[in-house]
């Protein structure tokens, strides 16, 4: 028995309402590039729109003019989709209040999510978007992935609730001496501020 190893998400396809209304969400709320649109070769009824949510992945929404969204949250039964996070930048995550406010709309206001900051508000047809903003940067040649795996270790080896700040900082050090060389044999911490 072999697995059928997956290499990222190719796409996320969502059911939209009218084609406009997914283009001025998706585009004009999220900015993200409207890369192209066609009919959904399996729906003679439904377009098919395709925008780029900035690591040049795909996002598509089945457009219907026919269709009229609701607000109401989507079901959360399971199966459904929960939420969608999309990564932002520290910069923008910081704007994400403002910017919703200037549009009017609710929002969570930025959650504490100890590796990450959050934002949540819902899409017009319901569905609950993300704003997620990494308090890291991987090092060179490791993934946010390798920071993860390596700072959930440290938590449980600790005893520690859940991932924060210090264990991000231990595991990028521990990151940084498994795999990038030095020419010093010890690499332990040391304090050339010495006091006679």
Known sequence: ???????????????????????????????????????????????????????????TVFTNESRAGSPDRTPTDPGCVHHLAFNVSQATFWQAVERLDERGIDHSGPKDRGFMDSIYFKDPLGLLIELASYRFEPPTGCTHADVMIAAHRIRVARGDHHIDRVHLADAIEQLVCKTQQSLSEDRAPRNPYKRP
């Open 1 to 59: 028995m072999r697995k059928l190893q997956t290499q990222g998400v190719h796409h996320i396809t969502l059911t939209g309402a009218d084609r406009q209304s997914t283009i001025d969400f998706w585009s004009g709320v999220l900015g993200m590039p409207f890369v192209f649109d066609q009919p959904n070769l399996d729906n003679p009824d439904e377009g098919h729109v395709y925008f780029d949510p900035g690591d040049g992945r795909l996002i």
